[in-house]
Each structure stands twice: as C-alpha cells, then as structure tokens.
C-alpha cells in the first residue's frame, strides 16, 4: 500500500498505536504481527525495553506497566531543572512526561501531546494513579501545537518526529513555542544512505518508525533551518537497530540524540 499523502501516513500511525495503546503489550514502535522490518522487529517486554534506556531508579519511580516507545532517554539530554515547563511530542502512555516531573518539581509544567486519542486516556489514567498535578496531556499534532508560544523552557520528543510527514512544520511549532534561549532534545532515528522506494511509500513502514526517517544531515540540517543554534548531536549508546541487516533495507538505520537551542 502506498503513502499518498500526509493525512494517510497519520491515519495509518494513529491506528497502530491506538492498538498499542489499548493492548500495552508490546514496547516496540510497532507490533512484530504488524511491521516484521520496522524499528523493533523482535519485541521485548516494556519493563526490558525500558531498561535499555532508563536507570533502574528512573524505572523504580514510575509505574512499570507504562510502555516503552521511544529509541532513547531524552530526559537525560535534557538536563531539566526545577521550575521549567516541558512539552513532550508524541507523549504516548506519558512515562517520560512522569519522568520530567519529577525533575522540574510541582511549580514546574509538563505538557504531553500526542494525536492519539487512546494514547491520550492511557496517559491521564497513569498520571492519575501517579497523582503527579504537574503534567497534562492534550490531544493535538505536532505540526500544529496546541501550545502558547515563548512558553516551553524545553521540547523533548523520544522517537517521535521520524513519524511526521512534515518535519519542518514540526521543528518550526517547536521553534515557536519555546522560550528565547529555550532547547530542543530529542531521540529519534535516522538512516545513512537511502532507503528504498517500496520502503518510503509503505504506509505500514512509516508507521513502523522506518519509512519515514531521513538521512541523519537531512535532520540535522532542517534543525538548523528552523532557526536552532548550538546544535549538539550524541549517538545513542545503544542500538536497537544492530539488526537492520536482517531487514534489507538498503541503508543502515541508527538512533541520535540531539540538542539544539532557540537563539535568547
């Protein structure tokens, strides 16, 4: 089946992980019934899926039911202080929105947005059983946020924007609604080298975390196009992708982490 246009990559995102969302089994980007080639071909449970990213202390502090989607800790990057307001793109159930929290303290903000809806009832109902009164989650897309402008002190997004048929939309909301001097941190996934066509046209690959990943200059570089500066680039300690070979894609997939600051 071929992606023909932004609204059907969407569709096809928001469905698979509504049914991520009300099954909470599996932790990969993607049901191994649903993508064989994506991100996470063999899916692990959400506990050791988490683990591969999180401290154990991290992990002790929240519910260990919320599952693990992401490719990386931006929490960790983002080195988040007392007081400062956080929005999350594609928060799903909401663990690193708890996880910020935490850190920002009850007279700091968290926002989670996600366009799922049941992504949506997951999260509030783990935040409600965490009774953290700091965090929210509203339901809207990343290209447009539901979200003041010069409001956020940090942005974050854990394997999350590589969904979006519209990166530059997306850098520019999260230009938009941070503060001057504010930073983006982001895990994400990237490719070296091109993937195939059948690849980037397969709507069950861009909701598998792979169709749609640019090459990790293309990124960087829309990064810097939105107006970010100081723009600082990790690779991922570990690599969920150490199979990609398997896949036979044609291009090697790899997770970044990255941070970038809105000009004070």
């Given amino acids: 089946m071929e ?18 969302a009300r099954q909470h089994e599996c932790s990969c980007c993607a049901p191994p019934s649903e ?3 994506g991100c996470c071909s063999s899916c692990a449970s959400e506990t050791s899926s988490a683990q591969t990213f999180y401290s154990a202390e991290e992990l002790e502090s929240i519910a260990a039911d919320i599952p693990s989607l ?3 800790n931006p929490i960790a990057l983002a080195e988040l202080k007392e007081n400062e307001a956080v929005v999350d793109l594609g928060s799903g159930g909401g663990l690193d929105c708890f996880l910020a929290a935490q ?7 968290v926002i989670g947005l996600d366009m799922t809806p049941d992504m949506i ?4 109902a783990n935040a409600e059983k965490l009774s953290l009164d700091n965090v929210e989650f509203r339901l809207g897309e990343m290209e447009h946020m539901p979200v003041e402008s010069n409001s ?3 942005v974050i997004s854990n394997c999350v924007i590589n969904l979006s048929p519209d990166k530059d939309a997306v850098f520019g909301e999260v230009f938009r609604v941070l503060k001057p001097g504010g930073r983006l941190c982001v895990s994400d996934i990237v490719t070296h080298g091109e993937l195939p066509e059948s690849i980037r046209e397969s709507l069950v690959q861009w909701a598998g975390c792979v169709a749609g990943a640019l090459k990790e200059e293309d990124y960087l570089e829309k990064i810097r ?3 970010f500066v100081q723009l600082e680039k990790e690779e991922a300690k570990v690599d969920p992708y150490k199979e990609e070979a398997a896949y036979n894609l044609g291009a090697s997939i790899a997770s970044i982490a990255v941070k970038a600051f809105k000009p004070a």
């Fill in 35 to 37: 993508v064989d080639s």
């Fill in 103 to 109: 850190r920002v303290g009850p007279q700091g903000k």
């Fill in 152 to 154: 956020a002190d940090v």
């Fill in 225 to 227: 196009q939105a107006g």
């Fill in 121 to 124: 009832d997951l999260a509030r």
């Fill in 70 to 72: 992401g490719c990386g």
């Fill in 3 to 20: 992606a023909k246009n932004g609204d059907e990559i969407k569709k096809a995102v928001r469905e698979l992980y509504g049914d991520i």
